[in-house]
């Protein structure tokens, strides 16, 4: 039994590892050493033992409060009964931008349909809390989003901090040039002015790239820069990049899968709160068994299109 755990453990670093060492082209790995590596396989390990004890909790949580003050029951799934609120940053579209006639308020995009769609199906209402990237890790450890829905990349640092869901899509970071630029690669990118947004894993990549950047609030002030001259490539997700190419003349993308691999946008919730993740994560998994979030992606990336 214990040498079964010592075998799965090992499995899972290893696993860990391989997806370090592919987080970002090859600088990332540095930075892990073995303990943290090992410490993160340990948590994961425990999540998966107690899977079944958690099941056992949700079916006493919906048993009858007999013990509990009415008034205290259901157990804290979210901090306000009845409404599960996202935090997001509505700056990355397709995922969440603002618009007239947003599916939540006046937030649109894939993961605010994926959002709406989590809370009405477990009897909730959905609401949004539009902030800074930067900030939204830490307003769920504050307790003052439930979860974060935002296109956000899985990283292991972000794992020290909060608990991810099962991964719903995934991305990449892409170049955006001007149409004639003789950026082809990312190694090109070394003598040129170089933007990204600051917090996001494009920033991260160019820096342990060891280039030097601008970093900007929003992407769209990146790309302007970029329109007006003022920088020669912007490093950003692959699906926003495609929308901001298709919403500005004479730019295009260019991609280098060997410097940039593949990234996994998934939901995070506070750690521990297992409750919460098992229903994000059913809902999730459901969603991608059926085909709904590809059907989501193809209506949001095609209504960039045809703008
Ligand atoms: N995927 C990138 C990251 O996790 C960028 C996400 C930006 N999302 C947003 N809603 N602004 O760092």
Redesign the pocket.
Known sequence: MKKATKVLALLLSAAMLMSVLTACGGGAAETTDAAETTEAADTETADTETADTTAAADTETEAPAAEDEAAEAPAAVTAQEGVLTFG?????PP??FVAANGVIDQYDGI?MAIAKQIAEENGMTAAIENME?DSLLIALQNGQIDAVI????V?DERKEAVDFSTPYYT?TQVMIVKEDSDIAKASDMADKKICV?Q????ETCVSDMGYDYEAFKK?TEAVLELVNGKCDVVV??SA?AQKYVSDNEGLKIVEDPEAFAS?E?AIAVQKGNTALLDMINSAIEAKLADGTISELSAQYLDADSAE
């Not at 997001?88 to 990355?92: H, V």
């Not at 935002?150 to 990349?153: C, N, R, V």
């Not at 917090?199 to 494009?202: A, D, K, L």
């Open positions: 997001t940053n509505a700056e990355f995922f969440e993961d990237f935002a296109g956000m990349t990283t991305a947004v917090g996001y894993t494009g992407g950003i997700d926003t990234e946008y």
